[in-house]
């Protein structure tokens, strides 16, 4: 007679564990990682996307074109050596268009003798400036300048410092922005 042959199957029904993934868990996570990043890559570019195309910062990024820009062209028009007065025009009309340029464009060479007789060296700065209008085509600017007169003719003299305020109307003229009027503005004490 032969003996009973044991079998290696218990009497309790074997349960899967939790601990260890399934092979449909194990094939799924890669993907689900993919899926996530993909969702994460796309919703930064969106936003990345409205961002680039906000009329805010389109119309910010204006007005900082145009304060740099400004001020830069109102320093110039304030900066002159008597040493190199034909230089000083030419600067003022990189910075002007229309009527204003046509009126630098109508300095004399009588003119430009004197202003280098009279030996003065003035040097424009911008201490502030505001944009209180600007499209994308003009915009008015008002500035406070401190314009530094040195006397070459005595050369011990301190210099002067003069503060003015202006406006200036600016235009786009291929790409920048050029001043069209530069008006000195009064200053009320009352």
């Known amino acids: 007679m032969e003996a ?23 094939s799924r996570g890669p993907w689900v990682l993919l899926l996530v990043a993909a969702l994460v890559a796309a919703s930064g570019a969106f936003m ?3 961002a680039d195309h906000d009329p805010d910062r389109a119309a910010a990024q204006t007005r900082d074109t145009v304060l740099i820009e400004a001020r ?4 110039t028009m304030n900066t002159l050596d008597y040493r190199s007065v034909d230089k000083g025009v030419k600067a003022w009309s990189q910075v002007t268009t229309g009527t204003l340029r046509d009126q630098l464009a109508g300095v004399s060479a009588d003119d430009r003798t004197l ?14 400036a505001a ?16 314009v530094t007169v040195r006397d ?9 410092v003069k503060r003015n305020r202006f406006s200036a109307d600016l235009v786009k003229v291929g790409g920048r922005w050029k001043l069209e009027s530069l008006q000195q503005v009064a200053v009320s004490l009352s």
């Open 115 to 128: 202003l280098a007789e009279q030996k003065k060296i003035s040097t424009g700065r911008v201490v502030d």
């Open 72 to 75: 830069q062209a109102i320093e």
């Open 152 to 160: 070459a003719a005595k050369p011990n003299s301190e210099p002067t």
């Open 131 to 146: 944009v209180i209008d600007v499209d994308d085509g003009s915009a008015t600017v008002i500035a406070a300048v401190e």
């Open 4 to 26: 009973p042959v044991e079998t290696a199957e218990s009497d309790e029904p074997q349960v899967p564990s939790d601990t260890e993934p399934t092979t449909t868990a194990r």
């Open 48 to 50: 990345w996307w409205q």
